[in-house]
């Protein structure tokens, strides 16, 4: 099994350019969110950057509000103050690529401060997308404060975490997680699904699995079939393996391939006709997010199962068969979780 990560913490404060900056204009700048606490915050990682931060968590259908505080250090005149709930995504192939889908402001007069000042807002536009930090792609939700100055602007800005829950998954499909034999028994029905792997006349196997479509809560159930056995196997992997795809959706789309998490089924060469049974909890996998189709025609993220055998000489055979995530109602928080697979 894949020992996860442990990334660096990203400072959340400013570093020391921005608080001479800060020294220097004489206002101190500071977001409050309502209703949203730091205990509540989420963890991020960031593969790209390697490191993992701290967010507020917002639903897609829930507005963004709270006030922008103020705070000078004796009389501090202004040109006006725009508030934004900024929606970007970059892609980081041969170049980076930025693109804006989403934007919606707030303006303040001109005015002279002495004392402490909320600036509210309230930012209830939809949020199509939810946030996503991939290798190559990200999805990221930002308020940004600018305080327009005569000699030279001051911007502030702060991150926040969105999750969106498909509501019509939600509805039609089955949560298998919530039958009482959901621990015990592996029922092949209607939606299960099967694939037939060969090398030659020396391997045959059939791998088998419950179905093709699971929320981020769920788990895998299978089996393995070997039918022909004359390959010399040293042991066999079962995992999840995601891809992305950057670009609109053609062949030419660059392709980055990472393997979440993975773990042993078989150890030795099995006998025809012998079962190997696969129970795989999608919840202890970290990082794991709903299949994404098609991002503004910027990128995808799509998931596979990956069975891989390996020959006492070393070779590797595998197959993968691709399968579809959903986030459920009540998955809102990203998955960091550390637990085993059994």
């Not at 660096?8 to 404060?13: F, G, L, P, S």
């Not at 309502?34 to 593969?47: A, H, L, N, Q, R």
């Not at 959901?182 to 299960?192: D, I, L, W």
């Not at 079939?225 to 995601?242: L, Q």
Request: one cysteine or more; glycine letters at 8%.
């Amino acid at each position: 099994m894949l020992e996860r990560e442990r990334l660096v913490e990203k400072d959340r404060e400013p570093g020391l350019f921005g608080r001479l900056l800060r020294k220097v204009d004489g206002c101190d700048v500071k977001f409050i969110f309502d209703g949203k606490m730091d205990e509540s915050m989420v963890t991020v990682d960031d593969p790209y950057e390697r490191t993992s931060e701290r967010m507020h968590l917002f639903a897609s259908t829930e507005p963004v509000r709270g006030r922008v505080m103020l705070t000078p250090k004796g009389n501090y005149r202004h040109n006006g103050v725009l508030i934004e709930l900024v929606g970007v995504i970059s892609t980081f192939g041969e170049s980076v690529q930025k693109l804006d889908f989403m934007r919606q402001d707030k303006r303040f007069e001109p005015d002279a401060l002495r004392n402490p000042t909320p600036l509210e807002f309230h930012f209830s536009a939809p949020k199509e997308y939810e946030s996503y930090r991939g290798i190559n792609a990200r999805v990221s939700y930002f308020l940004r404060v600018t305080i327009q100055r005569p000699v030279k602007n001051v911007t502030e800005m702060e991150e926040v975490w969105v999750s969106r829950v498909d509501e019509q998954m939600s509805d039609t499909q089955p949560d298998a997680s919530r039958h009482r034999s959901y621990f015990r028994e592996t029922v092949f029905g209607p939606q299960s699904t099967s694939m037939d792997v060969g090398v030659d006349n020396v391997l045959h196997i059939e791998f088998k699995y419950d179905k093709k479509i699971f929320h981020l809560g769920e788990r895998v159930l299978g089996k393995v079939t070997f039918k022909v056995a004359d390959m010399d196997i040293r042991y066999g992997e079962i995992g999840v393996v995601r891809k992305e795809y950057i670009g609109p959706g053609k062949t030419t789309d660059l392709m980055q391939s990472e393997t979440l998490q993975k773990f042993e089924i078989m150890d030795g060469t099995p006998i025809v006709g012998e079962v190997v049974p696969i129970r795989l909890y999608l919840r202890s996998i970290p990082n794991l997010t709903p299949t994404y189709s098609s991002v503004h025609n910027c990128f995808r993220v799509l998931y596979f199962l990956n069975l891989v055998l390996i020959t006492g000489e070393g070779k590797r055979y595998f197959k993968q068969q691709e399968i579809t995530l959903y986030r459920r109602r009540g998955q809102d928080a990203p998955a960091r979780s550390k637990a085993g697979l059994s």
